[in-house]
């Protein structure tokens, strides 16, 4: 079993802050410019969501792995123990096409753009550690020099569904 809502939304999530995907160093994946959507296109952050879930579900069963949508709105995929690495390929891709795709916002600009991000992942992390899943909170000034690179779900280990499911339903990831 695979979850990778967690996964899809920090990876836009450093799109958003490094405007590049987990590999700056590859080219990115080619995709007709009237097949990008931009950020500001949607009527909201979940529509914007909706859209990108749809097409990874599109994607990942185009790969040859059928796949759901949780109610916390991350993707679950059963993945046969002898898959895992062709599934683990097929999807970054999928992630690296969908970060083209889906633009995420554009950075903060000011130390107050910032400063929102940062508390939002700071309550989801007060919020995680109540619940046993305590990590490391950078400072504001480091949150900043690292380009906004921490995110408080780092701190969840690999856990079952249900786990997944209520820890998402009791600190919702911002």
Known sequence: ??????????VLFLSACFG????????????PADEVRDYD???SEDARQQAINQWLLDCYEEAGFPSSLTPDGGIYTDVPPDQNDIFDSASTACLEEAIVRFPGPPAPRTREEWAVRWQRQVD???CLAAEGYEGEVPSLDT????????FAYQA?????????????RVCPQP
């Open 41 to 43: 296109s949607f009527a």
């Open 143 to 150: 949150y900043i020099d690292r380009n906004g690179e921490w």
């Open 156 to 168: 969840v280990p690999e856990v079952s569904r249900t786990e997944w499911e209520r820890i998402n």
């Open 1 to 10: 079993m695979r979850l990778t809502g967690c996964l899809l939304a920090f």
């Open 20 to 31: 590049s995907g987990p590999q700056a160093d590859k080219s990115p994946p080619s995709v």
């Open 124 to 126: 989801t992390a007060a």
